[in-house]
């Protein structure tokens, strides 16, 4: 039987994207496992995991070098995203710090460039110069990562500002904080939430009620997690895997559903916010 396509999400400008992606943070930080690295990123293509996710600051930019090496001429199936630090992201630092992960990339333009926190960038500088960048055609979508919605709002207040395709935030069973407000204001301006850390780093992985649902699937507890967020609507997630195995074991999440009931159990073992909270950053 055939396998069931990776979902789509639709960017504001109208693109669609897989749901489910690579992240790489803790890449090309140990040499011995780089091969295995690299093997579980051409999995994941392979498999239709064509969303690649990395930063500037992954291993001082190995992890960036570690995709180049790793898409070798397969860059046209890549929907590829890397992010700017804030410290970076001025009128002159963002094409500065562009052009170098580009070419630690191996490229001519990131698919997605997020400015990887709000820190001390000072945003009319920095949406001018993420829109230049498009002008030039070094960047096709910009976006924003860890912004709550002050962040957002401050953001939106700026000419240029709406422009933005995503916000890149952790999001999961344990950190449904966002639930509260954060969330649906993208759901109702149309702007994907795109998860990182869906699992916790494995911290939430040994939880019961995880292990419970995950058995009447015969599934893994981490494939219930990535479910249970591919099941939000709006939200697209970014992963990480070191090992072609767990790439293949994450992609299998797409096959699994989840019931009403399985839905209820979660939501009674990691409840949904029941009032405001900040962003929590991992």
Same mark, same amino acid.
């Given at each position: 039987m055939a396998k069931q396509q990776v979902p789509m999400v639709t960017l504001p400008s109208g693109e669609a994207i897989p749901a489910l992606g690579q992240g790489t943070w803790g890449m090309a930080e140990d040499p011995r496992r780089r091969n295995d690295e690299i093997a579980a990123l051409q999995a994941g293509v392979d498999? *239709?995991?064509t969303v690649i996710d990395t930063a500037e600051v992954y291993a001082d930019g190995g992890a960036e070098e570690l995709v180049r090496e790793a898409l070798g001429d397969r860059r046209e199936e890549i929907f590829l995203i890397s992010k700017i630090s804030s410290e970076h992201a001025t009128g002159n630092g963002t094409g500065v710090a562009c052009e170098r992960s580009l070419e630690r990339l191996g490229t001519d333009r990131i698919d997605l460039y997020l400015l990887h926190q709000r820190g001390s960038a000072p945003l009319p500088e920095t949406v001018e110069a993420f829109t230049n960048l498009m002008t030039q055609g070094l960047i096709r979508h910009w976006g924003v990562s860890n912004f709550d919605v002050p962040e957002v709002v401050e953001l939106t207040g700026i000419p240029g500002g709406t422009s933005f395709e995503t916000d890149q935030i952790p999001y999961n069973l344990t950190r449904?904080?966002? $639930? =509260?407000d954060l969330l649906p204001r993208c759901r109702a301006a149309g702007l994907p939430v795109m998860a990182y850390s869906p699992l916790e780093r494995g911290r939430m992985l040994d939880h019961p009620a995880l292990a419970a649902v #995950? $058995?009447?699937?015969?599934?893994? &507890? *981490? !494939?219930? *997690?990535? #479910? =249970?967020?591919? #099941? !939000? &609507? *709006?939200v697209c997630t970014v992963t990480k895997a070191s090992s072609p195995s767990r790439v293949l074991e994450n992609r299998a999440a797409v096959e699994l559903t989840l019931t009403d009931d399985d839905l209820a159990e979660l939501d009674r073992a990691f409840p949904p916010p029941s009032g405001p909270r900040p962003l929590e950053l991992l």
């Open positions: 498999a *239709g995991l449904r904080g966002i $639930e =509260w #995950a $058995e009447r699937h015969g599934g893994t &507890p *981490g !494939q219930v *997690g990535l #479910a =249970w967020l591919l #099941a !939000q &609507p *709006g």
